[in-house]
């Protein structure tokens, strides 16, 4: 959101975003409508898209699974006719079997391709729909919720449905399959011993009942745990600087462990679940083994049945328990990517608090610059609230700034200047009233286009990772070596860029590591001024900055925002003393309104503040809580 002139997503995205089946791609416009249809938000829609790739892997796990079924009755044919000696059957079955095996190879390889591409393809979709949805979403969104939560989203839950996808479905069809198969060959191969099995059946499924009831809940307070780890490692990481500061690393340490012991224990939950189920599955097995050998040895003893009936019988038993404990195992997996699933769903049910006009197209083109704005600005009475705040950040704000004019919003910390600067970037709405440019209200405004004529320069810019070209293009990437030089040189960028190692080719770490305040200012002015901005908001852009550098970066900002409307919110005053007007922000509200001559003479809040000699943020409220007289 701190990028100057940045388009909600890379043509890279936008391209992928259109590539993706009608049923997977995101809504553009957050109307209730939109939010119903993507109520409907499933693993059946999310799988639609690759519903051949699926279909190609159900016909292979059936041959597979026929095939596998046909093997003990091969060992039966080949027992009996060793029995009586049948050289010929035996040879036949030994070639069926080789046959088979062959079989078994060719499409176990085209079930795994087939698969993972389908996984892969549910992946891609996923993370691209969800990263979409992401983008469009407010910055309100960003401050309730752990960034360690939403990495958790974009990464463990999409992992886990991929997974599933790739793994435990064709896993989960095989059990199922066999499980039939071998149901109908053990009665088809002797009914009287398949009576034996019979009483088995009702004890495994109020088992597996009891065991999914558990298993179920351990899994879903695992996943949440989970991401609660994820997000206070990111936020120690982040703030480690700090933590070690203030000695607080014993006590992070002991955060980081009790939420890491929530963690295990809801795992050993299910474990503990897992340690029962499974070797009673086994018991059951053998048992019913145990008998079933005990009567057919009896009846192969009396003659009525062979040894090749009972060898197979007992290979297609051993059948029958593997899938009952194999879909016990893709249980694990399915809970997994249904508390994944679930949670992507409350992601992309999540609406925002942005809504982009009906008949904007984000997806256009950025080498075609939409056409440019006046650049009037005009706030009409607005009020605005923070999500949770108790009371209006801001309060009947009326503002008119003229195209091509400056202005300077002053004030004390928490007076509502850069709440104004978010309205006016777009990052929110208004709770009441409008935010206008050219008589347009901007929320009737195409987003991305009014975001293409849009600089914002913050207190702390925020640099990616690349080249120092990369960063000053990041608003319009196509844009030509020499036109980024060019930007450079117009906000005097040029000397600083060519003092660094290999200039515009100097490598820039995350964040701009490595690169002093006043170094990312400089480039997050060229990055501005490559975008052709029609409105430029500086807020605080130099309040971090040593004098030297402050000048620097202020003639920088002056040769920025020359012949184009700007806001400055001005911590020094003799930097909104440059400006055309100046705005004296307090409680929420303009109390002063005036170019510095006409506001020093006034002698009100603004003198106050400058007699003072201090910047704003020094003084204390109670200093222009009234304006003072004309005097």
């Known amino acids: 959101a701190s990028v100057l002139g940045a388009m909600p997503a890379t043509d890279a995205i936008r391209a992928a975003v259109r590539a993706l089946p009608p049923a997977d791609e995101p809504p553009r416009v957050d109307t209730e409508a939109a939010r119903v249809e993507r109520g409907t938000f499933s693993l059946r829609q999310i799988l639609y898209p690759v519903r051949w790739l699926l279909a190609v892997v159900v016909l292979t796990i059936a041959a597979e699974t026929l095939i596998g079924l046909v093997f003990p009755a091969l060992a039966r044919t080949v027992l009996d006719a060793a029995g009586r000696a049948d050289a010929r059957v035996i040879a036949i079955a030994t070639l069926v079997g080789v046959i088979l095996v062959g079989v078994t190879w060719a499409t176990g390889a085209v079930n795994v391709v087939a698969s993972a591409r389908a996984g892969e393809r549910v992946l891609y979709g996923l993370r691209i729909r969800s990263y979409a949805h992401l983008q469009r979403l407010g910055l309100d969104y960003y401050e309730r919720e752990l960034s360690g939560r939403i990495m958790t989203r974009m990464t463990t839950d999409v992992d886990a449905l991929s997974s599933f996808v790739q793994n435990g479905l064709s896993t989960a069809i095989i059990a199922v399959l066999t499980l039939f198969g071998v149901s109908a060959a053990l009665l088809a191969t002797d009914w009287e011993l398949g009576l034996l099995i019979v009483p088995v059946i009702p004890i495994l499924l109020v088992a597996t009942a009891i065991f999914r009831r558990i298993s179920s809940r351990a899994y879903t307070r695992t996943r949440e745990l989970v991401s609660a780890v994820n997000a206070e490692f990111q936020e120690n990481i982040a703030g480690l600087a700090t933590t070690r500061v203030y000695r607080h690393i014993p006590v992070a340490q002991a955060e980081f462990a009790r939420r890491s012991d929530a963690w295990v ?13 499974f070797p009673f599955i086994t018991f059951c097995s053998e048992a019913a083994t145990a008998v079933v050998l005990g009567v057919g040895a009896h009846q192969v003893a009396s003659g009525h049945l062979s040894s090749g009936t009972l060898i197979a019988f007992v290979l297609y038993l051993a059948m029958l328990f593997g899938p009952v404990q194999q879909l016990t195992t893709v249980f694990d997996a399915y809970q997994q990517a249904a508390v994944g699933l679930r949670r992507i769903r409350d992601l992309l049910l999540t609406p925002s608090s942005l809504v982009d006009a009906p008949q904007a197209d984000s997806r256009s083109s950025d080498e075609d610059l939409p056409p440019a704005f006046r650049g009037d600005v005009r706030l009409d009475g607005v009020d605005f609230r923070y999500a949770g705040a108790e009371r209006d950040a801001l309060t009947g704000v009326d503002l008119t700034i003229p195209a091509g004019t400056s202005m300077a919003l002053v004030g004390t910390t928490g007076a509502g200047k850069s709440t104004i600067v978010k309205l006016l970037a777009r990052f929110y709405d208004p709770t009441a009233g409008s935010v206008r440019m050219d008589d347009a209200d901007l929320r009737e405004l195409d987003l991305h286009r009014y975001r293409s004529r849009l600089g914002v320069v913050p207190q702390e810019p925020h640099l990616f990772a690349g080249t120092v070209a990369d960063n000053i293009a990041y608003g319009r990437p196509g844009a030509s070596r020499e036109k980024i030089a060019e930007a450079a040189r117009r906000v005097g960028a040029a000397t600083m860029i060519a003092s660094l190692p290999g200039g515009m080719e100097f490598g820039i770490s995350e964040r701009g590591r490595g690169l002093s305040s006043g170094q990312r200012q400089l480039i997050a002015l060229a990055r501005a001024e490559l975008v052709e901005p029609d409105l430029i908001l500086l807020d605080e852009a130099t309040a971090t900055l040593d004098q030297a550098t402050e000048a620097q970066v202020l003639a920088a900002g002056e040769a920025l925002a020359r012949r184009r409307t700007s806001v ?64």
């Not at 224990?265 to 189920?277: F, K, L, P």
């Open 265 to 277: 224990r809801a795992r050993m939950d299910s474990q503990r679940a897992i340690s029962i189920y």
């Open 568 to 631: 400055i919110v001005a911590h020094r005053l003799a930097t909104a003393a440059r400006a055309d007007v100046i705005a004296v922000v307090d409680g929420g509200r303009i109390v002063e309104l005036g170019s510095h001559d006409d506001l020093y003479a006034a002698h009100g809040p603004y003198r106050r503040l400058w007699d003072a000699g201090v910047s704003p943020d020094e003084c204390e409220d109670s200093s222009i809580r009234e304006p003072a007289a004309l005097g």
